[in-house]
């Protein structure tokens, strides 16, 4: 098995899903219709997709790995600072504090992956203070230091170790500018 064959599958799965989007732009206001381009396809292919939404983008749910499509331009900020801020931690050598995200295209749009978690706000409350507790005091300091929106919805647990999941808002955007 591949260490990241999460990857491999969540590719295929956007091989097959992207035509669903065909003529679609992804905006909020089209929410529903990307809702019911994923109906569609749970019911022609036979999966369970799940869909979430947040202020800046939609993902896509399955059972190991999560898409995010951004609302707006292809190439959107808030999934292109993730990007950012994980090659910064890499740099730093705090990666294995995020969820690793990584960029794929389909044609004209760019799909956003990264492995699925357990969401902190379904630990409990001693598990999401153990698993911070593992964390040395430089990992919280570098955590806090430069990520901006550290409330429990966007952590997660992975392979039992505390990660960020959406860290869109980094201090990181400086160089995007």
Same mark, same amino acid.
């Given at each position: 098995?591949?260490?990241?064959? %999460?990857?491999?599958?969540?590719?295929?799965?956007?091989?097959?899903?992207?035509?669903?989007?065909?003529?679609?732009?992804?905006?909020?206001?089209?929410?529903?219709?990307?809702?019911?381009?994923?109906?569609?396809?749970?019911?022609?292919?036979?999966?369970?997709?799940?869909? *979430?939404?947040?202020?800046?983008?939609?993902?896509?749910?399955?059972?190991? %790995?999560?898409?995010?499509?951004?609302?707006?331009?292809?190439?959107?900020?808030?999934?292109?600072?993730?990007?950012?801020? %994980?090659?910064?931690?890499?740099?730093?050598?705090?990666?294995?504090?995020?969820?690793?995200?990584?960029l794929?295209?389909?044609?004209?749009?760019?799909?956003?992956?990264?492995?699925?978690?357990?969401?902190?706000?379904?630990?409990?409350?001693?598990?999401?203070?153990?698993?911070?507790?593992?964390?040395?005091?430089?990992?919280?300091? %570098?955590?806090? *230091?430069?990520?901006?929106d550290?409330?429990?919805?966007?952590?997660g647990?992975?392979?039992?170790?505390?990660?960020?999941?959406?860290?869109?808002?980094?201090?990181?955007?400086?160089?995007?500018?």
């Open positions: 098995m591949i260490k990241n064959d %999460y990857e491999v599958r969540a590719k295929k799965f956007i091989n097959e899903f992207a035509p669903y989007l065909k003529g679609i732009r992804i905006t909020k206001s089209n929410s529903y219709t990307i809702c019911e381009a994923v109906r569609r396809f749970n019911a022609d292919k036979k999966r369970n997709v799940k869909v *979430d939404s947040g202020v800046s983008r939609i993902v896509l749910i399955t059972s190991d %790995y999560v898409v995010k499509l951004d609302f707006g331009t292809t190439w959107a900020g808030n999934s292109k600072t993730e990007i950012l801020g %994980y090659q910064q931690a890499q740099k730093d050598g705090y990666e294995h504090l995020l969820a690793k995200i990584s794929y295209k389909y044609r004209n749009r760019s799909f956003f992956i990264m492995p699925r978690v357990r969401v902190a706000t379904t630990l409990t409350w001693g598990s999401q203070r153990k698993l911070w507790r593992r964390l040395t005091e430089n990992e919280r300091r %570098y955590l806090c *230091d430069n990520f901006e550290l409330h429990k919805n966007n952590w647990s992975l392979n039992g170790k505390l990660v960020l999941i959406d860290y869109a808002w980094n201090d990181f955007k400086k160089y995007l500018l």
